[in-house]
């Protein structure tokens, strides 16, 4: 009975913490969707319950932990990143592991970029099913891979890894995901529009490749960096050679991230993705101002959280249609868990959990 008083006290602290931690208007039903909740108290599960309760009780895990991993834990995929506290990954990774009663939990993990090439050496002695990176580290753990599916490699960027007999392959759903993102919140094709993607990092990169084998009509590529843009445009080029009847602007194009610029573009654009970062703080303004935004135009934020993003926001007021990125979250997720599983992932369940 002492124990089990325990345990329940220790409950309540997990519950306490995961409540705080959700965007607002996606607090989760207490007791349904807390996994760690169903471990310590409902399930005899054969490991360590100690163990098992000092590893979950932690919302954000590091390196450190990482070092003194127990094997017993639950815990057997992940995400790495920083910051990686906005991200709702485990949140509908651990609705298919439980839908498809797979006994694991998937955790979100803060990793430096300084950190990334130990991490990822130690996740080849450790007892994980597979792993997802987020910003900044998609470009970088490219390098720290064993082997590279074919679209990734094109990509130069993975956002996936499976682990099996202490290798690593890396793969990316980024791209898929967007696509399937984009037919479901605005019904189009990417080979019907003409687009502009803002950025040039891992997220950015995977998009542009994606539209480039659906033969999107014209890309647009606007970068902080302009180098990386060009970069990026010039990897592209093959693929923008046919011909396209388009009026008076180029096909494919990397332009400086500037006012001017962008304006010039806008009467040329169907779809304006933000792939950087900037939203992830309340305080972030949009990427692009609301002055430049037109009614004919579709927004997709590659950024999601509890309420409007900037951008989200201005397109909004501009008139034009406007989606945040928790369908691409969700697409990208199944197809990852359909990497690591083999099986189809419960796209349903995963989009209810959000
Ligand atoms: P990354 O590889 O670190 O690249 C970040 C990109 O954003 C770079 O092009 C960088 O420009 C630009 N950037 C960073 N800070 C900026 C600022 N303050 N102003 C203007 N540009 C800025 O990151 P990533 O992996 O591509 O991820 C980017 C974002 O995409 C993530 O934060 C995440 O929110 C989102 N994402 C969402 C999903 C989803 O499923 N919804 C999937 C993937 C990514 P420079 O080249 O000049 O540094």
């Known amino acids: ?16 913490l995961n409540a705080s931690d959700e965007p607002r208007g996606r607090q989760p039903s207490y007791g349904v969707r807390c996994p760690p909740l169903c471990y310590l108290t409902f399930k005899n599960t054969g490991w360590d319950r100690s163990a098992s309760l000092e590893m979950t009780v932690k919302k954000i895990y590091t390196l450190a932990d990482l070092k003194n991993w127990r094997k017993k834990t639950p815990i057997r995929l992940g995400v790495f990143g920083d910051p990686v506290e906005h991200s709702l990954s485990s949140q509908i990774q651990n609705a ?72 690593l392959r890396g793969y990316n759903t980024d791209g898929r995901g967007f696509a399937r993102a984009i037919r479901q919140e605005f019904a189009v094709d990417l080979r019907d529009l003409r687009m502009m993607i803002l950025g040039a990092g891992g997220a950015a990169r995977a998009i542009a490749f994606q539209c480039a084998k659906e033969n999107c009509e014209r890309l647009v590529i606007a970068n902080r960096t302009v180098e990386k843009g060009q970069q990026l445009a010039e990897e592209l080029r093959d693929y923008f050679a046919g011909p396209r009847v388009l009026g008076p602007v180029a096909r494919l194009q990397a332009i400086p991230w500037e006012e001017s610029s962008i304006r010039f573009q806008i009467a040329h654009l169907d779809l304006i993705v933000n792939a950087t970062p900037l939203g992830l703080n309340r305080s972030d303004p949009s990427p692009i101002p609301g002055r430049l935004l037109a009614p004919h135009l579709m927004i997709y934020d590659t950024v999601y959280g509890g309420s409007r993003t900037g951008f989200v926001s201005a397109a909004v007021e501009a008139g034009a249609r406007a989606a945040n990125g928790l369908a691409m979250l969700v697409h990208q997720g199944a197809l990852a868990f359909e990497i690591w599983f083999e099986r189809e992932a419960p796209i349903g369940v995963m989009r209810a959990a959000l």
């Open 1 to 16: 009975m002492k124990s089990e008083g325990v345990a329940t006290s220790a409950v309540l602290f997990i519950i306490s």
């Open 96 to 167: 298919a592991l439980e839908a498809c009663k797979i006994q694991m939990e998937y955790a979100r993990f803060q990793i430096t970029a300084n950190e990334l090439e130990e991490t990822m050496q130690l996740m080849r002695t450790l007892d994980f099913v597979g792993v997802n990176l987020t910003a900044p580290h998609k470009i970088a753990a490219f390098a720290f891979a064993d082997e590279i599916e074919e679209n990734a490699k094109r990509i130069g960027a993975i956002n996936t890894i499976k682990i099996e007999k202490a290798k």
